[in-house]
T-cell receptor, first 110, second 115 residues
């Protein structure tokens, strides 16, 4: 069955606001990744957080991981119209295998 | 320079036909994948090859046959296409991560429409 589920399914905000999306998963993990998918494009890796890390930053991105709750969140600060995309979490599902969540569709309006 | 490329980008075909999608990566990665993304954006792995050897085969109908002539190429052949095969197919590649990292690099996708 599907490993990760994202919440919310869709999020609409104004430029400059922060966007937070959450991912919950079911089994133990070694790491969790976030990917972005622009409309009509392939997925692009954003950030990876290991199971022994609680928080990680990359530019305007902040990822948290709570292994006790089996959940992660992705925060995009000071969002821009160019951040409009679908965002997916992915967990390791065994040897060289990623299991993707359902995705959050983010719309950032100018 | 494109890291992971797929051809064709669009494929429209009739039910019952046989078609192939090609994928190439110039990143020097050992592992390549095929994913299917349905209309609800759900992304599911189909196959994975490591150094030309099949390592993941996820309960995919045997009408789908992957082939890896070398570690830079992974093709997908689909026999007797069905309406339910309509989806976007993504190729991806990754290095063998020393720490178990599995960061994957995706191609632009092939949009398959079966009529």
């Amino acid at each position: 069955s599907q490993q990760g589920e994202e919440d919310p399914q869709a999020l609409s905000i104004q430029e400059g606001e922060n966007a937070t999306m959450n991912c919950s998963y079911k089994t133990s993990i070694n790491n969790l990744q976030w990917y972005r998918q622009n409309s009509g494009r392939g997925l692009v890796h954003l950030i990876l957080i290991r199971s022994n890390e609680r928080e990680k930053h990359s530019g305007r991105l902040r990822v948290t991981l709570d292994t006790s709750k089996k959940s992660s969140s992705l925060l995009i600060t000071a969002s821009r119209a160019a951040d409009t995309a679908s965002y997916f979490c992915a967990t390791d599902g065994g040897f060289q295998k990623l299991v993707f969540g359902t995705g959050t569709r983010l719309l950032v309006s100018p | 320079d494109t890291a992971v490329s797929q051809t064709p980008k669009y494929l429209v075909t009739q039910m019952g036909n046989d078609k192939s999608i090609k994928c190439e990566q110039n990143l020097g990665h050992d592992t390549m994948y095929w994913y299917k993304q349905d209309s609800k954006k759900f992304l599911k792995i189909m196959f994975s090859y490591n150094n030309k050897e099949l390592i993941i085969n996820e309960t995919v109908p045997n009408r789908f046959s992957p082939k890896s002539p070398d570690k830079a190429h992974l093709n997908l052949h689909i026999n007797s296409l069905e309406l339910g095969d309509s989806a976007v197919y993504f190729c991806a590649s990754s290095p063998m991560g020393a720490g178990g990292d599995k960061t994957q690099y995706f191609g632009p996708g092939t949009r398959l429409l079966v009529l």
